[in-house]
């Protein structure tokens, strides 16, 4: 059912590049008259024609929210998007690599609902909904274990790990095989749903009420949480970074802020007003 549509306004907004070239991000921010999306291309993505993939799927998933009719329901939208990938990508025929892939999050103005495949952070009203899975927790862990111990063991410096790309650490195994768990329609805890242009079974499509909310707040993972205000969210970014910048002791990071930089990952925040 959808709910009757109200009018809405961009409050603040955000999409900025953790990396050395705006060129490079793989964060997609879209508002169209009936839709509001986060979009997170995956940095782990196999390329495409020389192009990383986390941008192409990226790319393909705006695309996707564009085209939606203003009424089309959750499911519309993640099979459009899969579509889109698939098509953008081609035969795919080594499934050892990983297909370019992304996740999302959207707001659905006449469904009066927010809708996520990933681990994109949202915020309604009041109410959190922090992004997550199970099998970055395992590696990021582990990641940090690997550098605390290697740090007092004298076997690195802050500084050399500060320049350390972010598929090469200590996760690395793991992040070049982990979609084998990609829309795997299992109870495996290590399961997990993304945008990959292949089927996305429904228990990694989220949906949340939203017809009533007064404000929204979609944010991708270059934010530690969904923030209630922009500068709360930057503010949690430059103060990890201050004290933190390997990401190992404060939070369990997925990668250093490297040196000269305002952020670990592409970041990308957007809220709205609705009503």
């Given amino acids: 059912m959808t709910a009757t549509p109200r009018p809405f306004r961009v409050i603040e907004s955000l999409c900025a590049s953790g990396k050395d070239s705006d060129a490079k991000k793989e ?13 997170d291309g995956a940095t782990s993505s196999g390329p495409i024609g020389g192009r990383p993939g986390g941008i192409v799927a990226a790319e393909a998933v705006e695309r ?8 089309a329901t959750a499911r519309d ?10 098509m953008a990508i081609g035969d795919w025929t080594d499934e050892t690599i990983m297909r370019p892939s992304a996740v999302a999050a959207v707001w659905s103005r006449a469904r009066g609902e927010v ?22 927790r395992i ?16 076997m690195t410096s802050l500084d050399a790990e500060l320049r350390v790309p972010t598929m090469e650490q200590p ?22 749903g993304g945008l990959a242009g292949t089927f996305v079974p429904d228990r990694f499509v989220e949906v949340f ?39 190992v002791e404060l ?21 709205i007003a609705i009503g």
């Fill in 27 to 39: 964060d997609w921010l879209v508002v169209t008259d009936d839709f509001a999306a986060v979009i």
């Fill in 171 to 192: 996760f690395r195994p793991l992040v070049l095989a982990q979609h084998a768990f990609l829309n795997l329609d299992s109870d495996d805890p290590l399961a997990y």
């Fill in 209 to 247: 009420e939203a017809a009533d909310a007064r404000e929204i707040v979609l944010a991708s993972d270059g934010f530690l949480s969904p923030p209630a205000t922009l500068a709360e969210g930057l503010a949690e970014i430059a103060r990890i970074r201050e004290n933190d910048p390997l990401m």
């Fill in 77 to 86: 939208f993640v099979d459009r998007a899969t579509a889109a990938i698939a």
């Fill in 139 to 154: 590696g990021y862990e582990f990641r940090c274990a690997v550098i605390r111990a290697r740090l007092r063991l004298g």
């Fill in 64 to 71: 996707a929210v564009r085209e939606l009719a203003p009424d």
């Fill in 251 to 271: 939070v369990t990071g997925s990668r250093p802020f490297v040196p000269g930089r305002d952020y670990f990952d592409d970041t990308t925040y957007l809220r």
């Fill in 115 to 136: 809708w996520r495949v990933g681990d994109c952070h949202v915020r309604i009203d009041r109410k959190d909904y922090p992004g997550g899975k199970e099998i970055d």
